[in-house]
């Protein structure tokens, strides 16, 4: 019943900017990390960018700099900030999260549909 919805993604010309959002939904008691993964055609999923509960961030170096992970806690979302956007940023972006659902004794990870992101040169 834990459910992560994207949504943001659209088509940009090189050098522009998009701002992806992903809530989560559902009986959620508390949500830990969450996370934004990317994945190409052809090409395997890749870790773009994390933030803890506390708002500890990581990004991927080929990201570093154009992009920023936010999240919200008031209202389950997290947020990816993309800026300076290059064609080789192309692909589905899926948002991922460690949720504790309602009732539950531990975490688990969940994952986003995905939304596609579509840079033009």
């Known amino acids: 019943q834990v459910q992560l919805v994207e949504s943001g993604g659209g088509l940009v010309q090189a050098g522009g900017s998009l701002r992806l959002s992903c809530r989560a939904s559902?009986?959620?008691?508390?949500?830990?990390?969450m996370a934004w993964y990317r994945q190409a055609p052809g090409k395997q999923r890749e870790l773009v960018a994390t933030?803890?509960?506390?708002?500890?961030?990581n990004y991927a170096d080929s990201v570093k700099g154009r992009f920023t992970i936010s999240r919200d806690n008031a209202k389950n979302t997290v947020y990816l900030q993309m800026n300076s956007l290059k064609p080789e940023d192309t692909a589905v972006y899926y948002c991922?999260?460690?949720?504790?659902?309602?009732?539950?004794?531990?975490?688990?990870?969940?994952w986003g549909q995905g939304t596609q992101v579509t840079v033009s040169s």
């Open positions: 991922n999260a460690d949720i504790s659902p309602r009732l539950m004794a531990d975490y688990s990870t969940y």
């Open positions: 559902g009986s959620i008691f508390s949500i830990n990390a």
């Open positions: 933030i803890t509960s506390r708002g500890s961030t």
